[in-house]
């Protein structure tokens, strides 16, 4: 039996075993998006327990995005997305962007993110993809020098390139990225010529894709987030 891994069996709390048996007969389709659960009282009775463990499981399985629970009614069984999952992750993300290190953390993970992004894209490319990038550049490049319409242009071409592996996993976490590094990009920003390096920067990766050159494409990515973070840490400095 040296297959079964040893030590002792924890011991679940009510909620928990509650959980696993809805959750299972969601995975399972016995309950499907749109279903509702039975009542509160009904489950209590089917469970044998009270109702501080049915509400316990209740609002566990709604931070797990399985249910949704609306006053007074019964809970309603939800479609997960991507969205919904990256988006429970935004309270932690902040903690951890407040900790030692958690900027250069987010900005290493972004890097690693975006620059497999560049990579793919210059590989799987269409030419509805190329044109997509091409008028998100036009729009970036005009924006120079207007704040804020320059960070939604930048984040625009950005995401752009995120859609071409046509995966919303990557979709939303390119969105959350993007809007838990907000700061790093307004700050970087204000960086003398900012603007006009962001754009060439973009280009330069832009030629990479149109070329299909994923080794291109990734040198250019890297280059161009390395200077966004070291003109963010001489801001910090300053």
Do not use: C
């Not at 290190?101 to 799987?124: K, V």
């Not at 330069?204 to 149109?210: S, T, V």
């Amino acid at each position: 039996m040296t297959e079964l891994e040893a030590g002792p069996i924890k011991r679940r709390k009510l909620y928990e075993e509650i959980v696993s048996r809805i959750s299972e007969a969601i995975t399972e389709g016995r309950l499907r998006p749109g279903d509702q659960l039975p009542s509160e009282r009904e489950l209590r009775e089917r469970f044998q327990v009270g109702r501080t463990s049915i509400r316990e499981a209740l609002f566990a399985l709604q931070r797990m995005g399985l249910v949704a629970i609306a006053n007074g009614e019964r809970a309603r069984v939800t479609q997960p997305t991507p969205d919904m999952l990256v988006g429970d992750l935004a309270g932690a993300a902040k903690i951890l962007l407040n900790q030692p290190d958690g900027i250069r953390h987010f900005q290493q993970a972004r890097s690693l993110f975006e620059i497999g992004l560049a990579r793919f894209a210059a590989e799987h490319a269409t030419e509805e993809n190329i044109q997509g990038l091409r008028l998100a550049l036009q729009a970036n490049r005009l924006a120079v020098g207007n704040g804020k319409l320059f960070d939604r242009s930048d984040v625009a071409f950005h995401f752009e390139i995120a859609k071409i592996a046509v995966n919303p996993i990557f979709t939303a976490l390119h969105s959350a990225m993007a809007a838990w590094l907000i700061e790093q990009r307004t700050t970087s920003g204000k960086a003398p010529g900012s603007n006009k390096a962001a754009v060439k920067a973009h280009e330069r990766i832009l030629r990479a894709i149109e070329a299909r050159d994923p080794q291109a494409a990734e040198e250019a990515m890297k280059s161009h987030l390395d200077e966004v973070q070291q003109n963010y840490w001489k801001a910090v400095a300053r």
